[in-house]
């Protein structure tokens, strides 16, 4: 599929292509995660090359077609498929999905993906909390972490309330 994807590409410079490249690559770089055959290292280097690609496949979207709220909600996929991999990736994704609603202010999909993303770093700050609390962690790092999660279960109920209020039914 993935030359098939190339060879399309070489013939046209397409943001519908460049989407199916990132979804391709993605799932590549899934599927070296799960692959328990490989040695860390060498399955460490397959998924970064496979995610580069995935990022730099759905990037050449974003530019073939900057108005199309598609390619940015793929860009935020791409990212959001590897926030417990990646540092800092939920807010990459989290940038891209507002981009895609500005876009399509009435789609509310892009809202939810928000959300749920700001309820998942909710989780990840509850069990960071969590851990230290069970490593007699400092109270300054818990409180930290405690006013995190709060500061994200705020946001993914406004993120939240706003994709409901543009779903008619």
Do not use: H
Request: glycine share 2%; net charge negative; aromatic share 6%.
């Amino acid at each position: 599929a993935v030359s098939r994807v190339n060879l399309a590409l070489n013939l046209e410079d397409n943001d519908r292509y460049w989407r199916t490249m990132a979804q391709l690559m993605l799932l590549r770089a899934n599927n070296v995660l799960q692959d328990t055959e490989l040695d860390p290292s060498t399955q460490r280097t397959a998924f970064e090359q496979a995610l580069q690609a995935s990022i730099q496949a759905a990037q050449r979207a974003t530019q073939a077609n900057p108005d199309d709220p598609l390619n940015w909600e793929q860009l935020a996929a791409v990212y959001s498929n590897v926030m417990v991999v990646v540092a800092d990736a939920s807010s990459f994704a989290i940038d891209n999905y507002k981009v895609a609603a500005e876009l399509n202010p009435k789609n509310p999909a892009s809202r939810f993906a928000v959300g749920q993303i700001y309820v998942q770093s909710a989780d990840n700050q509850q069990r960071i909390a969590a851990n230290l609390r069970a490593n007699k962690g400092s109270k300054e790092d818990i409180s930290k972490a405690d006013n995190a999660r709060a500061e994200f279960l705020e946001s993914a109920l406004g993120e939240l309330n706003s994709a409901l209020a543009l779903k008619a039914d």
